[in-house]
């Protein structure tokens, strides 16, 4: 059944864009001089001057459909998601876009092969079910060559509950699809993407399905997925190899995922030859039903003899108000986390859009908020404080953001309401 699926949504996404694949002109290349020419005027637009923390580099990328996600992969390109689909754009914008429809689409990411990956849903008819009935489940495309780069290819889709290995037999898979019943899987979403240096992949997923004592998973959990191997070959497609069972899916701690709204690894763009082999994430919980003291956790994956395990960062807690006046791990910090970017350069900040409280959040890999003070500032020793935001259509204001991604100094925000993509740079990046 997915391999019919596959091609019937390969032969669509082709007609839909086949005048772009193999034309590497219509975006440019990632090295394309012109490109970085023009959006570096950024620097020298006198309305930027004397602006504090951080400056919007104008123009706004406007005309999306309550945008959703932004990514910025790691051949230089940015990914947007919104009602219409896929989009990529290069970074100059030059007002030419490629658009993927994808019902749906809520997350992207791309693994260091340039494969990208995007959360979406799908229509499909389960025949042992019932014929007679169309499901809308979610799924997540891989998709290979979407740059321009050779053929585009959908490598590979993984529709739920079919690829979550903890629902391996069909009586399991039939059992949570089922329109009367309140666990019925068209509920469940998956919520972000995320990959690590080994191009496995992260996915969180929220349900109403949540029992910690079943063979099945709860649906309130991260699940990792890796390439299949055949002869030693690379084969595209992908695997359910964990479902991470030690967050807790119902009862908030330092170490749950209730109500999961995204994920980020501290593996990140710009491509290195190297990058850690961690692989410890960031998860956001966006639920409102309960009240949440740390929405936003970082997990550490230690090994053990026994095997890799997933535990809390309670270093986090020690938080030194000498150094800064805010912390990732403040109680009550946010209200409803949409999502999370770790910036992939020296600095290793940590980004976060809260939807309710309309802001976006800096943070360092040491959990403070802000950045270091510029040098040779006097009496300045604590981080200084540069998030911002409030609801409005202003250059420094969002309306419910839903994405943030991080590259080359420059911070992207998935302004849902505003239907636009805001750019932001710190000042002290303009020379």
Wanted: glycine fraction near 6%; charge should be negative; include cysteine.
């Amino acid at each position: 059944m997915k391999d019919l699926l596959n091609k019937t949504i390969i032969l669509t996404a082709i007609v839909s864009v086949g005048f772009f694949y193999g034309c590497d002109d219509l975006l440019g290349s990632k090295d394309n001089g012109t490109t970085d020419e023009i959006f570096e005027e950024g620097k020298i637009d006198p309305r930027l001057e004397n602006v504090e923390g951080y400056a919007p580099v104008l123009p706004f990328w406007e005309s999306f459909d309550a945008p959703t996600d932004v990514h910025v992969g790691f051949d230089r390109f940015v990914y947007v998601t919104d009602n219409e689909g896929l989009h990529l754009l290069d970074r100059a914008d030059l007002n030419e876009r490629v658009t993927i429809p994808l019902n749906g689409a809520n997350s992207v990411t791309q693994d260091r092969l340039l494969n990208v990956y995007v959360s979406a849903r799908i229509d499909t008819v389960i025949e042992s079910v019932d014929p007679n009935i169309t499901w809308n489940l979610p799924a997540v495309y891989k998709i290979k060559n979407l740059n321009g780069t050779g053929p585009l290819t959908f490598v590979d889709t993984l529709i739920f509950p079919f690829d979550d290995a903890s629902l391996s037999t069909s009586a399991a898979q039939n059992a949570r699809l089922n329109r009367s019943s309140n666990i019925n899987y068209e509920r469940v979403q998956v919520t972000g993407l995320t990959t690590l240096a080994d191009n496995t992949l992260y996915v969180t997923r929220r349900g109403p399905f949540n029992e910690t004592n079943q063979v099945a998973s709860p649906d309130n959990t991260v699940l990792e997925f890796r390439e299949i191997l055949s002869d030693g070959e690379r084969t595209g497609k992908m695997e359910n190899i964990r479902q991470i069972r030690t967050l807790n899916p119902t009862t908030p701690s330092l170490r749950s995922a209730v109500g999961l709204s995204s994920i980020a690894s501290f593996i990140a763009p710009p491509q290195r030859d190297t990058f850690t082999e961690d692989r410890s994430f960031l998860i956001a919980q966006a639920d409102q039903s309960q009240e949440i003291s740390f929405r936003v956790l970082w997990i550490n994956a230690v090994e053990t003899p026994d095997g890799l395990v997933f535990q809390q960062n309670s270093q986090l807690l020690a938080q030194d108000t000498t150094q800064a006046d805010g912390f990732l791990y403040e109680p009550d910090k946010f209200q409803q986390p949409t999502d999370i970017a770790y910036g992939g350069d020296d600095d290793s900040y940590i980004f976060v859009v809260d939807a309710m409280q309309n802001k976006l959040y800096q943070f360092q890999s040491n959990g403070q908020e802000g950045v270091p003070p510029p040098p040779g500032a006097e009496n300045q020793t604590k981080q200084v404080l540069v998030s911002f935001g409030e609801l409005g259509s202003g250059p420094k204001q969002f309306n419910s953001p839903q994405g943030v991604a991080y590259y080359n100094d420059v911070v992207y925000v998935a302004d849902t309401g505003n239907n636009r993509i805001a750019r932001y740079k710190l000042t002290t990046d303009f020379e």
